[in-house]
């Protein structure tokens, strides 16, 4: 999996090199947008490996 840290400096210095402004909202966003995309990666590798849905048919009762 990936680190999130270090995606988060990655980002952050690449906004640096590109000689944007890193205020508090800036780190906030940043944040915030990778942790929203690991947890949609985790979701989606959750549902792609469980096992396929069986529905089965309820028996009438008695």
Request: proline share 6%; no cysteine.
């Amino acid at each position: 999996m990936l680190d999130r840290e270090k995606l988060e400096m990655t980002v952050l210095q690449m906004a640096r090199l590109q000689g944007e402004k890193l205020d508090r909202h800036t780190l906030y966003t940043t944040r915030n947008e990778i942790r929203n995309a690991l947890a949609a990666k985790e979701r989606y590798r959750r549902t792609m490996e469980a096992p396929p849905y069986q529905w089965k048919k309820q028996r009438p009762p008695r």
